[in-house]
């Protein structure tokens, strides 16, 4: 991963760094990433999603809009409890509705920037959802751009909590493992993200 990493920053210092200077006005996004959801928290799992943002250019260096996603999770789980997890998720598709801000930091067609999108996601009991992630963009033109960018997705997600009774005299003692929901649970991850912008 380190060497494409490596590889694609050098193909990109390799194009021509002329000055770009975003104009004022419509601006929209449209992202594709991928979040892993690190182990030894309260539910491991990971994550693919997808993006679109609209807003308004401030200036050359600001952006404040609103968007919406699908975030593809896959099945969750922590703990174990005699081959039971002690919470579970089985694979969904949220919805998150989010607020963006976005800055650029220099007037290039290469230039670092940082994002951050802060919302809840509409069917999943409007738990929150936060993208905090750093990244480079290269502008194709003075309208269009593409990037690359790493951060933290952080959520919380609904889940199903274990609960054991116990047995009685009448079916040997032999416990019983049920399942109830619960409110959101925290997860953090590690994002990686592709983005098209115009």
Do not use: W
């Not at 997808?50 to 404040?64: A, M």
């Not at 809840?120 to 409007?126: E, K, M, P």
């Amino acid at each position: 991963m380190k060497r494409i990493i490596i590889c694609l920053i050098s193909i990109a210092f390799t194009f021509p760094m002329f000055s770009q200077t975003l104009n004022t006005g419509y601006r929209g996004f449209g992202d594709l990433g991928y979040a892993t959801y690190s182990e030894g928290g309260t539910l491991n799992g990971s994550a693919i999603e997808i993006t679109t943002t609209h807003g308004y250019q401030i200036n050359p260096h600001l952006f404040v809009g609103a968007g919406i996603g699908f975030i593809f999770t896959g099945e969750c789980k922590y703990g174990d409890v005699s081959g039971h997890p002690y919470l579970k998720r089985d694979s969904k598709t949220d919805m998150p509705l989010f607020f963006d801000f976005n800055a650029n930091i220099l007037k290039k067609s290469l230039t670092p920037f940082f994002d951050v999108k802060v919302g809840a996601c509409l069917n999943d009991d409007f738990n929150t959802y936060a993208n905090l992630s750093v990244g480079c963009r290269y502008a194709i033109n003075d309208k269009t751009g593409v990037s690359l960018k790493i951060g933290i997705s952080s959520r919380k997600l609904s889940s199903d909590e274990l609960n054991i009774i116990s047995g009685t005299a009448a079916n040997n003692y032999k416990s019983t493992f049920v399942y109830r929901s619960t409110e959101g649970n925290a997860v953090n991850g590690l994002y990686f993200g592709i983005g098209f912008d115009l």
